[in-house]
């Protein structure tokens, strides 16, 4: 079960780090991936570390200031956002998956494991 949290309301400019955490298990063997939603628009991909390897993919709309960095420790995964801007405002998902493959890790039909979904709401 994922557990998405740390959202909330930032001014322009600023920053802000959500986290995904796991319970009863681990990331270790998924690829985790972060997606975004904003009213009236599809959901888009924001960044992705892949299964294998730990290769990172980001969105070309938040190249450069976001990261995902991981602590395996906590079974969590983040994702550090900056520079923000207002329209990095929408409802944020972390999802996993076991047997996403590279060409695919975009796409949000192929996670199979999604957390609820955290409000970002930026702020000008």
């Known amino acids: 079960q994922l557990q998405a949290s740390g959202g909330g309301l930032v001014q322009a400019g600023g920053s802000l780090r959500l986290s995904c955490a796991v319970s009863?298990?681990?990331?270790?063997?998924?690829?985790v991936g972060w997606f975004r939603q904003a009213p009236g628009k599809e959901r888009e991909f924001v960044g992705a570390?892949?299964?294998?390897?730990?290769?990172?993919y980001y969105g070309d709309s938040v190249k450069g200031r976001f990261a995902i960095p991981r602590d395996n420790a906590k079974n969590t995964v983040y994702l550090q956002m900056s520079s923000l801007k207002p329209e990095d405002t929408a409802v944020y998902y972390c999802?996993?998956?076991?047997?996403?493959?590279?060409?695919?890790?975009?796409?949000?039909?192929?996670?199979?494991?999604w957390g609820q979904g955290t409000q970002v709401t930026v702020s000008s």
């Open positions: 570390r892949a299964r294998s390897g730990g290769h990172l």
């Open positions: 009863g298990g681990t990331f270790s063997g998924y690829a």
């Open positions: 999802a996993s998956s076991r047997t996403v493959i590279t060409s695919q890790i975009r796409n949000p039909g192929a996670y199979a494991y």
